[in-house]
């Protein structure tokens, strides 16, 4: 059976010995930002969206990189 979980990138960065910071809701982008940059060493934020969330710019599925779209 097909496992359609993506990449846990919080462990990936661990097993890399990299701090990682989870944010779940839009309130916790700031400080994790700010903790990222007074680690001053790589870090990993991981953003985790709703399947139906639009981030922009963003490329569609099938579609090159030069035909992004900024916004609905």
């Known amino acids: 059976m097909l496992d359609t979980k993506t990449t846990d990138f919080i ?9 990682a910071i989870n944010v779940t809701r839009p309130e916790e982008v700031d400080d ?4 990222a940059l007074a680690l001053k060493k ?3 934020i991981n953003c985790e969206l ?8 963003m490329v569609p599925p099938g579609r090159g990189i030069d ?4 916004g609905e």
């Open 42 to 44: 790589p870090a990993v």
């Open 50 to 57: 709703g399947a139906d969330d639009k981030v922009f710019p």
């Open 11 to 19: 462990k990936l960065a661990e097993a890399y010995q990299v701090t």
């Open 32 to 35: 994790a930002i700010l903790s």
């Open 67 to 70: 035909e992004y779209v900024l």
